[in-house]
């Protein structure tokens, strides 16, 4: 037999392994999303997830389908002798899918681990003064690595889970800097849905981010926490949070952000 058959043949079979590991995997998929939770997991929702009672009805199915696919993909880890419970990761994939209960089902790319500490956490930080690098410590509720994990304080997952209008919710928080890096860097600037949609955002998101820093430096600041006014991803992710908390005071004090906020993420939770 020629090399060249012999050749063909291989990428013949590895083409058609391709397409059947493809299929299978689709088909896993759209079972996990049309697979329901049960009601020992609805509960838990219920209890933990103010958001969740308020989600329309129509879009806790779907929400229950972005929950399962998340679990079957994602990891957790528990930290500091943190022991996982259905609890915990419920909460978790909870609060992280309604970034994704109306966008593209892929959901949170290029990572799969969660580590989940007890409590706020000690991570190294290098800084720098000119050319001099400072080392020290950092007290963190949580942080996403660029294509790396994320890494959460379970109190503090608890805590801004349970108060859907305090603004805090280092989930959404966290998984908001996912969609972030989803275009290779984590500058502000999401996947949008349309490609027309680019140069609305840019524009919006400048002008809000500098008004939101002339506010921070005046004290006028309300609706989005201070601290986005360290970077503009920063900005993005603390922005997220109060479009899902506080919605309704920023509709009304910030409704330029809080449209394009809407329609990146394909929800009106003032509305709901």
């Not at 997830?49 to 993909?73: M, S």
């Not at 970034?99 to 706020?120: C, H």
């Not at 503009?232 to 309704?248: D, L, Q, R, Y």
Request: charged letters at 25%; proline letters at 4%; a negative charge.
């Amino acid at each position: 037999m020629q090399p060249s058959i012999i050749v063909l043949g291989l990428l013949a079979l590895a083409a058609i392994i391709w397409v059947v590991q493809k299929r299978r995997a689709e088909a896993r998929r759209n079972s996990l999303f049309q697979t329901p939770l049960s009601p020992g997991q609805i509960a838990i929702l219920e209890s933990k997830v103010p958001l969740y009672a308020r989600l329309p009805r129509e879009l806790r199915k779907t929400l229950h389908g972005c929950i399962n696919f998340f679990l079957d993909e994602k990891v957790f880890v528990g930290c500091d002798g943190l022991a996982i419970t259905d609890e915990i990761r419920y909460v978790i994939a909870a609060n992280a899918c309604l970034l994704v209960v109306n966008r593209d089902k892929k959901q949170f790319s290029g990572f799969e681990t969660i580590l989940v500490y007890p409590d706020a956490y000690v991570a190294r930080e290098v800084t720098y003064d000119g050319l001099v690098e400072i080392h020290g410590d950092s007290t963190r509720a949580g942080e996403s690595w660029h294509r790396g994990p994320v890494v959460l304080s379970l109190v503090d997952v608890l805590r801004g889970s349970g108060n859907e209008e305090d603004g805090h919710n280092v989930v959404l928080h966290e998984f908001a800097h996912k969609l972030d890096e989803e275009n290779g860097i984590m500058d502000g600037l999401p996947v949008l849905r349309k490609s027309t949609h680019y140069k609305e955002w840019a524009e919006v998101l400048t002008r809000e981010y500098d008004e939101f820093l002339d506010r921070v430096e005046r004290g006028t600041n309300k609706v989005i926490d201070e601290y986005g006014a360290v970077s503009a991803p920063e900005f993005f992710a603390v922005a997220t949070e109060s479009f899902f908390e506080k919605s309704k005071q920023m509709k009304k004090r910030l409704p330029d952000l809080y449209r394009q906020l809407q329609t990146l993420y394909g929800l009106d939770p003032a509305e709901w």
